[in-house]
């Protein structure tokens, strides 16, 4: 995208047509957008499963045989080995 502006600015100073440098313009602010909301995606699945985890290594220090994470069953030993 940044380099889509500098074109746009040395074309315009050249007179020269810019076409190029606006679809740079807009295939970077494109991606930068989807890149952003993946990001955020992200970032919000790994703390919901973060949570899960750390709900059940609760659980088992609380006494629990097993527990379930993301719809598995798992021993508490295998969690609390993690």
Same mark, same amino acid.
């Given at each position: 995208? $940044?380099? @889509?502006?500098?074109?746009? *600015?040395?074309?315009?100073? &050249?007179?020269?047509?810019?076409? =190029?440098?606006? /679809?740079?313009?807009?295939?970077?602010?494109?991606?930068?957008?989807?890149? $952003?909301? @993946?990001?955020?995606?992200? *970032?919000?699945?790994?703390? &919901?499963?973060?949570?899960?985890? =750390?709900?059940? /290594?609760?659980?088992?220090?609380?006494?629990?045989?097993?527990?379930?994470?993301?719809?598995?069953?798992?021993?508490?030993?295998?969690?609390?080995?993690?």
């Amino acid at each position: 995208m $940044i380099l @889509g502006i500098v074109a746009v *600015v040395q074309s315009k100073k &050249a007179g020269a047509k810019n076409g =190029l440098g606006v /679809a740079a313009i807009i295939v970077g602010a494109v991606l930068t957008l989807f890149w $952003i909301i @993946g990001m955020i995606l992200f *970032v919000t699945a790994m703390s &919901a499963i973060g949570g899960s985890v =750390l709900d059940a /290594a609760e659980a088992c220090a609380n006494g629990a045989e097993s527990v379930e994470v993301a719809g598995q069953l798992i021993s508490c030993a295998d969690v609390l080995s993690q």
